[in-house]
């Protein structure tokens, strides 16, 4: 179980710094942008792919 969730970490490590490695001017310009956005828009999108993510882990864990 602990690989699994390290393995899982890392890979999320991985991919959030994918942008920064690839773009960091583009990344400096869209978290500028994100800063001016309000609240209730960050708390919207932060639950969206919080629930798009427990989609995506419960049929990963079915179909596999």
Do not use: K, N
């Not at 994918?18 to 310009?29: C, E, G, H, K, T």
């Not at 869209?30 to 639950?47: M, N, S, Y």
């Amino acid at each position: 179980m602990w690989q699994e969730l390290l393995s899982a970490i890392a890979l999320v490590m991985i991919l959030e710094g994918l942008p920064y490695f690839i773009s960091p001017s583009a990344m400096r310009q869209a978290l500028a942008r994100i800063f001016t956005l309000p609240d209730h828009v960050l708390r919207g999108a932060g639950l969206t792919f919080m629930v798009l993510g427990v989609l995506l882990l419960f049929l990963v864990r079915r179909t596999l």
